[in-house]
């Protein structure tokens, strides 16, 4: 066994234990502890954070016996990242770099003839899966993106932006190309990070012979819709029918406000001998997306909510049987939520993951269920302390999978189906590991103020002595529904934070996923009420132990994090010496007033300012209202392109501390939206964020 795999099972934890979480007499409170392994003396910095390569799963050769994956790596001197694909045997062997050229390159489809087809800088090429002379397949002007070729190789289908609405100046009026204006009658007027100029990115299909490719049809006429979906699309919403007769694409078909106000995404199937275009999940109102054929090409799965507006609602798997016509939901009766899935090679069944209890971890789902409308049978099958990312594909009796912990970045493993164990196939990283001491990882229960049993992950320092006392920092999590399990992070580093010398506890308030859908629905329009008594109630029980300096205690986080440090700050009673939000929310009005996707703020919030049915969310769960009680130190990130959480609600935070005498810092990124992508950007932010817990805690 080697050593990723061994760390993998001597991290598996009893799923048993987990489930026992609300014991009539406890006396160690502590109910889940990792073996620590002191691997190095080196501590994680943020320079060799960045220095890690970082894995990505592309595809699996043809005959099963390979994996092709990416690695990207990055370069202080140029300040970006190089990624390049390599090879590995799926059993186990040495890696190969399949590419070497500058520019990322991205795994298309793998032939039955041992060929690699890839994107790169636009175009499609060529590449013998054994080695050999890449060869350039296409050279379509203006490049293709998110390419799928049909299954009988005679069609590719691509997708582009186009341009349908003159709202920048320079396309509106001819004569004055250098002007800079952007002009709108509407809403959907700027996304994410970027202000709408009117293009939209449509599916294009064409036929395709040996690299020539004929004349591209647009199967969203110039109309004003997005397929893939805006801001983060892929070609996950493309699909072929396996007869290469028709295409499946996902589009939200609406336009201005009803597209701001909507999560209504639809999935599409174009006829390409008729040209017609029917939409196969008409009357299902919230998100449908990620089309997939099962193997016999007899039916269709997809991932579905049902609520319009509700872009955090249970994602189900949902089946079309093109024979009975009928549509069923898999997974409808049970207590959790999808994150993906692929279909089993024999199509009797599909297997998913989802967060469960701090984790994400592997299900399944077979297609029969024991008696009429009793619901079908859904089981994990992985337990361990361990997050299952990817599963890339099946192959006789084990999943191949993406896997992380707090302590290690994704790699790419092999899950045995029967022995329910991780074994390694890649090992980008273990060198760098190899050098750095390891953190302890534990879970941990505490009784939240209603009664429930709140679970929080909690991190130490390396070389912990619990004689010892130590700083201690609260992370709050965002979205507001994102899962805090055991995910790697690059900038949100626990592993990194614990090196520093700082204790640090990941509290799975009420609204985060996998412990049932209710707790995970609970945090709407509830923002400042039961889901900051979790925090308070997490960071209280922890300090009551001996090695907490009550002295030393701060709190962390981003987006709704951030809004949870504004509020922290208005209510926590002392507790806390430091605080630090980034692209929090501080003034609820306002926000509501600059975001652009509407149905989210509609849903959580409740709707806007001026309905009085939604008073409390503008008053009492508004950090702004809570100001005058403010009298911590407060650092404040802000990034300029971040249009989710504009600009305002950092600037107004920091004026606010600064005119109420606190010590107080603005760290602001001109050219960063709501996460930090450039590397020597997050090296700064580091920097400060470091620096200035030093300076206050």
């Avoid at 805006?230 to 609406?254: I, M, Q, R, T």
């Avoid at 054929?293 to 991932?303: C, M, R, T």
């Amino acid at each position: 066994m080697d050593k990723i795999s061994a760390l993998a099972c001597a991290l598996l934890f009893s799923s048993s234990l987990l489930a026992q979480h609300a014991p009539e007499k406890r006396v160690d409170r502590t109910l889940i502890t990792n073996k620590v392994y002191k691997v190095g003396e080196e501590r994680m910095t943020p320079e060799k954070l960045w220095q890690l390569g970082r894995v990505s799963a592309e595809g699996l050769s043809v005959d099963g016996k390979h994996v092709v994956y990416g690695v990207s790596n990055y370069s202080f001197g140029e300040n970006k990242s190089e990624k390049n694909l390599h090879i590995v045997p799926v059993s186990g062997g040495a890696a190969v770099q399949f590419t070497h050229e500058a520019g990322a390159e991205s795994v298309v489809q793998m032939t039955a003839e041992g060929d690699v087809l890839y994107l790169f800088k636009g175009q499609l090429w060529s590449k013998p899966l054994a080695g050999g002379q890449a060869k350039q397949l296409t050279d379509i002007a203006d490049g293709l993106e998110n390419v799928k070729l049909s299954p009988d190789g005679k069609y590719i289908l691509f997708s582009r932006p186009v341009l349908v609405n003159k709202n920048h100046s320079a396309d509106k009026y001819a004569d004055l190309p250098k002007s800079n204006v952007y002009i709108y009658d509407d809403l959907d007027y700027r996304h994410w990070d970027s202000f709408n100029d009117g293009r939209f990115n449509h599916p294009f299909i064409a036929t395709y012979d040996k690299g020539k490719v004929g004349e591209p049809l647009d199967l969203l006429a110039g109309e004003p819709f997005y397929s893939p979906q805006a801001p983060f699309g892929g070609a996950d919403d493309f699909a072929w029918s396996p007869d290469s007769k028709a295409v499946l694409y996902v589009c939200k078909k609406k336009f201005g406000k009803d597209y701001a106000l909507s999560t209504n995404t639809d999935i599409y199937r174009y006829e390409i001998a008729t040209k017609q275009t029917t939409n196969l999940t008409e009357g299902m109102m919230g998100y449908d997306t990620h089309p997939v054929y099962s193997p016999d090409g007899q039916k269709l799965a997809w991932l579905s909510m049902k609520t319009d507006g509700f872009e955090a609602d249970k994602t189900d798997i949902i089946i079309f049987d093109r024979k009975s016509t009928r549509r069923l939901n898999l997974t409808a009766s049970w207590d959790g939520t999808v994150n993906s899935f692929i279909w089993s090679r024999d199509g009797r069944k599909l297997y998913f993951t989802a967060p469960t209890k701090g984790t994400v971890q592997l299900f399944e789902v077979a297609l029969s269920s024991s008696k009429k409308d009793a619901g079908f049978a859904v089981k994990q099958i992985s337990e361990g302390q361990f997050d299952i990312g990817d599963i890339v594909a099946e192959l006789d009796g084990q999943l191949i999978v993406t896997s992380t912990t707090l302590t290690r970045a994704a790699e790419i493993y092999s899950y045995d189906l029967k022995k329910k164990s991780l074994r390694a196939i890649t090992t980008v990283n273990d060198a760098a590991y190899a050098n750095i001491t390891e953190t302890k990882v534990e879970g941990r229960f505490t009784k939240a103020t209603d009664g429930a049993d709140l679970f929080s992950w909690v991190i130490y320092p390396p070389d912990f002595d619990p004689n010892k006392k130590y700083p201690t920092l609260l992370f709050c999590q965002g979205g507001p529904q994102s899962a805090t399990t055991l995910g790697y992070s690059f900038r949100w580093n626990f592993q990194l934070m614990a090196s520093q010398g700082y204790i640090v506890i990941l509290p799975n308030r009420r609204g985060m996923p996998g412990w049932g859908v209710k707790w995970n629905h609970d945090i709407s329009k509830d923002w400042g009420g039961q889901p900051i008594r979790d925090y308070l109630s997490a960071i209280d029980d922890l300090a009551k132990e001996p090695y907490v300096d009550q002295a030393r205690i701060g709190a962390v986080g981003a987006s709704y994090g951030g809004y949870s440090v504004f509020m922290l700050a208005g209510v926590h009673e002392g507790r806390f010496k430091s605080l630090i939000s980034h692209c929090g929310l501080f003034d609820m009005t306002s926000w509501y007033g600059t975001t652009e996707e509407l149905f989210f703020a509609n849903y959580d919030l409740g709707g806007p300012y001026w309905d009085k049915a939604n008073e409390k969310t503008y008053t009492d769960f508004n950090p702004i209202e809570h100001v005058d009680k403010w009298n911590t130190p407060i650092l404040i990130f802000q990034g300029g392109k971040d249009f989710r959480v504009p600009i305002g609600q950092g600037l107004a935070a920091f004026q606010a501390a600064q005119l109420k005498q606190l010590k107080s810092r603005l760290v602001y990124l001109p050219e960063e939206n709501h996460w930090v992508l450039s590397g020597q950007n997050a090296q700064v932010w580091q920097r400060e964020f470091f620096g200035w817990l030093k300076e206050t805690l």
